[in-house]
């Protein structure tokens, strides 16, 4: 079994693993099942990626979406490990190939929707292939009492009991409450398994919540002020998600929309031009966002208050998964209350509840999550991340200093805020920068992959911070491992050294 230090550094360039990562790979890897609650950005797939790399045989994650599966396989890939993706975005003839593969022992991870594993074929490889990790991620949607629940989740423990050996199971999400974590350790049979929150707060993030007399006016303001920047913007309907992305391009900014009402084909096309970085915004219903990995967005704008703060949370949760600083906007107003209600009441016919007990439970629970979340959007006083974290079952005491009730914000207005500011104080040379986006680019189009997958924002200023000048100094740049140094290196090196032969005259 190979060292986890190891593995991190060569794979992914990172020299420490981030709070909570390495005592749950130490779990798995002595055996132990795990339900962990991390929240969004904080590494969950180093949690299982490591462990599926130090274990001999293979393992096999399953994720509600197949964008989340290609992109994930994608770095993987890029990262010079053996992974694929079962799922109906393959042609019959792929998939064969792809299972035929897999029988083989040519993957070491194999990522698949939980449908998948109802089907013959693939029970019939796994019960004749040595399977030791079973990652299950967004295990909330296992749970009836969480936001995205996916029947098809319910069916795992079964597809487990038919292996010949149980494989370790690992159990993450971003967000559950104490209900829904007791529905995954009970539904998954998770045997004593290590239960952890890593803690939900995610520093980098602000919190603002406003009630502007114009919300798309707001709205205008806030993207004119960060016209460069990738950002997501919720709403309610798709009457509403039309209009506001009309609205954008229309005032000449770079906007799709994005809900079930549109084509599958549509859908997916706007989908990867914002992942591709070709437009900067996507104006979307809840639809979109699970799973989403684009690591560089760098503001999550709700134009109209979700139903609950798990909701929420997921959702402006997709903004600055690399860490960087990075706004999540709450835009209220008290339609959205009564457009909730009514969603909510209608919500029960929606899950087929047909008992009056039950779906009067339902819509009782329902509502006063949604008092919640109208308390969170209406605060004046309390600190908004104390708020989220509260609900969580997290204690905090303000103040943040990164919320709009911290920082002492006017809740009709935030004429000034601009996304920005560095994690790290590092003297930048942003004509350098400049100049390594631009290759990434190139390498990003020749290769087929988002620019993220090539190397990440905070790892290209790295670069412009030391210009590093051999392939040796890459080693020292956190997020450079051994493949991407062996696949990028020279290039990069290349655009530091013409940059500064340049600069010497």
């Known amino acids: 079994m190979s060292n986890i230090d190891d593995l991190l550094k060569k794979y992914y360039g990172y020299d420490s693993f981030r709070k909570g990562q390495e005592s749950i790979i130490n779990h798995i890897l002595s055996g132990r099942d795990i339900s962990a609650v991390m929240p969004t950005g904080a590494g969950k797939s180093i949690c299982y990626q490591i462990p599926a790399l130090a274990f001999d045989g293979i393992t096999i994650v399953i994720s509600p979406l197949i964008s989340l599966m290609q992109d994930q396989v994608r770095t993987l890939i890029s990262m010079g490990v053996r992974a694929a993706y079962l799922n109906s975005s393959l042609s019959p003839r792929q998939l064969e190939l792809a299972v035929a593969n897999a029988r083989k022992g040519v993957y070491k991870i194999i990522y698949v929707a939980p449908e998948r594993l109802e089907t013959e074929s693939f029970v019939d490889f796994a019960v004749n292939n040595d399977i030791s990790l079973l990652a299950v991620d967004e295990a909330h949607c296992i749970s009836q009492w969480g936001h995205d629940f996916r029947p098809s989740y319910t069916q795992i423990a079964d597809f487990v009991a038919k292996l010949p050996k149980r494989p370790v199971i690992a159990a993450f999400t971003a967000t559950a409450t104490e209900r829904v974590k007791r529905d995954i350790s009970r539904n998954l049979r998770l045997i004593d398994p290590y239960t952890v929150t890593t803690g939900f707060d995610r520093e980098n993030l602000y919190f603002g919540t406003y009630k502007p007399i114009d919300k798309t006016k707001f709205i205008l303001d806030y993207v004119s002020r960060n016209e460069e920047q990738s950002g997501i913007i919720y709403c309610s309907t798709r009457k509403g998600v039309d209009e506001l992305a009309r609205i954008l391009a229309e005032s000449g900014y ?71 600083p990075s706004d999540c906007i709450l835009l209220y107003s008290g339609r959205d209350v009564k457009l909730n209600e009514f969603l909510i009441k209608n919500g029960a016919d929606k899950e087929n509840i047909t008992d009056d007990t039950e779906r009067e439970r339902y819509i009782e629970a329902e509502l006063e999550k949604l008092k919640l979340m109208t308390f969170y959007s209406t605060s004046t006083t309390v600190c908004l991340r104390k708020r989220i974290l509260r609900y969580f079952g997290e204690e905090f005491y303000p103040p943040c200093n990164n919320c709009s009730i911290c920082v002492g914000e006017s809740r009709v207005d935030s004429s000034h805020i601009v996304v920005g500011g560095e994690t790290k104080h590092l003297i930048i040379d942003e004509a350098l920068l400049e100049r390594l986006k631009k290759k990434r680019l190139q390498l990003a189009v020749s290769s087929g992959v988002p620019a993220f997958a090539i190397l990440s924002d905070a790892t290209l200023r790295e670069i412009a911070a030391y210009s590093p000048r051999k392939l040796s100094d890459l080693h020292k740049i956190s997020g450079f491992g051994e493949s991407k140094v062996a696949r990028y290196g020279q290039a990069v090196i290349n655009v530091v050294t013409e940059y500064e032969n340049e600069a010497d005259f």
């Open 254 to 324: 770079s906007a799709l929309p994005y809900h079930a009402g549109m084509s599958d084909n549509d859908r997916a096309y706007n989908q990867n031009e914002f992942i591709y970085d070709r437009t900067k915004i996507i104006v979307a219903t809840n639809a979109f966002g699970m799973g989403i990995d684009k690591p560089n967005v760098r503001y999550v704008i709700h134009n109209n208050m979700p139903q609950n703060m798990e909701e929420y949370y997921q959702q402006a949760g997709r903004a600055g998964r690399d860490g960087e």
